[in-house]
């Protein structure tokens, strides 16, 4: 069964997500403490993690990085922060999805589906290419094994990452719009926030660019997306 850790200090909160998810057959489990949660999820095997903002012991932005460290799992954070700032520094950290309360606990379990949905396709293969070794000016992408080395290092790409790479070497050349990004690599329409895809831009050009603010690899087009250049 499909194991979800809820990490919730508000207790009616927690159980109205806890309740809802196992109505639609996830097993849920409820930490109250930011440090507890996070101890969890190194020690245990969880699918995905519900991760609140404010939280004692240990705030979400926190628990959320030491877990992408460690753990690729999906992480939907929850806050009652409303500013875009929160949101972008809790992408910017890892997090796949930022939903803001109040919200519906039909959308909760809407947007949890669609994470798990995208991980398990990215897990179990990876998006086909012609040739399993792709090198491009010190660029180099090991298809076979998801490895990406620049210059010989290898960098350490999240799933999704990686799968956004990929994706741009397979369509080089092109002015790709953010939403054609965000539909093909997070496999989401309806739902979650397109401008986890500027977060994830930046975050791969500091890891595959020689210099992240004059990117030779991907470049911005203005008013439309991103172009891989060739």
Same mark, same amino acid.
């Given at each position: ?70 753990? #690729? ?8 922060? @409303?500013?875009? $700032?929160?949101? &972008? =520094? !809790? +992408? ?27 991980? #398990? ?8 290419? @012609?040739?399993? $070794?792709?090198? &491009? =000016? !010190? +660029? ?37 719009? @953010? ?52």
């Amino acid at each position: 069964m499909t194991r979800i850790l809820i990490i919730e200090d508000e207790e009616s909160i927690a159980e109205l997500e806890k309740d809802y998810l196992e109505v639609n057959g996830y097993e849920a489990v409820v930490e109250s403490r930011g440090d507890a949660g996070l101890l969890r999820v190194i020690k245990e095997d969880f699918d995905l993690v519900i991760l609140d903002v404010m939280l004692p012991g240990m705030n979400g932005l926190q628990v959320c990085s030491e877990i992408r460290n460690v753990k #690729d799992i999906p992480i939907l954070m929850v806050s009652a922060k @409303k500013e875009e $700032i929160d949101k &972008i =520094r !809790g +992408l910017g950290l890892g997090a796949d999805d930022y939903i803001t309360k109040p919200f519906s606990p039909s959308e909760l379990v809407a947007r949890v589906k669609a994470h798990l949905a995208r991980y #398990d396709r990215l897990v179990s293969s990876s998006v086909p290419v @012609k040739n399993k $070794i792709i090198e &491009i =000016r !010190g +660029l180099k992408i090991d298809s076979d094994a998801r490895r990406v080395f620049l210059n010989g290092e290898e960098k350490q790409l999240t799933a999704r990452e990686y799968d956004m790479l990929l994706y741009f070497v397979q369509n080089p050349n092109k002015a790709i719009p @953010k939403k054609e990004l965000f539909s093909a690599v997070w496999g989401m329409e309806s739902f979650g926030d397109i401008s986890t895809v500027t977060v994830h831009i930046n975050k791969l050009r500091d890891k595959i660019e020689f210099d992240s603010a004059n990117p030779q690899f991907i470049e911005t087009v203005w008013g439309v997306g991103y172009r891989f250049k060739l």
